[in-house]
T-cell receptor, first 115, second 112 residues
Framework: NAGVTQTPKFQVLKTGQSMTLQCAQD?????MSWYRQDPGMGLRLIHY???????DQGEVPNGYNVSRSTTEDFPLRLLSAAPSQTSVYFC??????????????FGSGTQLSVL | QKEVEQDPGPLSVPEGAIVSLNCTYS??????FMWYRQYSRKGPELLMY????GNKEDGRFTAQVDKSSKYISLFIRDSQPSDSATYLC????????????FGKGTKLSVKP
């Protein structure tokens, strides 16, 4: 099992460009989520999904779009990149949403710089 | 006030020391408490999980929750250089609300 796979690992964008961060998991997990991690701010939830076709906003959703057409994939789209979106992005998945031990499996992250 | 507060450190200790990492939280509805460990340039991984109050021990690691004071602790005994990482506390309410709320993380360095 590969677990949670994120691509690319590094990306540099110019202000106003759009791009998609890819996330795939092979554990048949129901729950998937995107976090951004900034110095001094910790991990903040951007968007999450509790199953194919179902998504919802987290703490910092503005400027990002998600969709979940399959159980395995949960891409994160930056609509018009801004320097404030410079961050490290983590995708995470869990076998279920809510109740009991919420063990999140994280990908290795995407380091994004917006110039 | 953020719902989970954690001193970011950094914290530097000599090898073999006992390490104490702490978080406080504000919402008394939180029931599940976790500690994640994150090595440099890696994603976090679950280290310890505790439900409600009490202690949980796993090898050199002990997680402690005091709900009366809304305090979460992680103790590392006989610390090793391989324990050098950022430690994030996390919590969430019970029921169907499954999203975790993370502390900012404490960066720990264990010197040989």
């Amino acid at each position: 099992n590969a677990g949670v796979t994120q691509t690319p690992k590094f990306q540099v964008l110019k202000t106003g460009q759009s791009m998609t961060l890819q996330c795939a998991q092979d554990m048949n997990h129901e729950y998937m989520s995107w976090y951004r991690q900034d110095p001094g701010m910790g991990l903040r939830l951007i968007h999450y999904s509790v199953g194919a076709g179902i998504t919802d906003q987290g703490e910092v959703p503005n400027g990002y779009n998600v969709s979940r057409s399959t159980t395995e994939d949960f891409p994160l789209r930056l609509l018009s990149a801004a320097p404030s979106q410079t961050s490290v992005y983590f995708c995470a998945s869990s076998y279920r949403y809510g109740g009991g031990e919420a063990k999140l499996f994280f990908g290795s992250g995407t380091q994004l710089s917006v110039l | 006030q953020k719902e989970v507060e954690q001193d970011p450190g950094p914290l530097s200790v000599p090898e073999g020391a006992i390490v104490s990492l702490n978080c406080t939280y504000s919402n008394s509805a939180f029931q599940y408490f976790m500690w994640y460990r994150q090595y440099s340039r890696k994603g976090p991984e679950l280290l310890m999980y505790t439900y409600s109050s009490g202690n949980k021990e796993d090898g050199r690691f002990t997680a402690q929750v005091d709900k009366s004071s809304k305090y979460i602790s992680l103790f590392i005994r006989d610390s090793q250089p391989s324990d050098s990482a950022t430690y994030l506390c996390a919590t969430r309410v019970g029921g169907s609300q499954g999203n975790l709320i993370f502390g900012k993380g404490t960066k720990l360095s264990v010197k040989p």
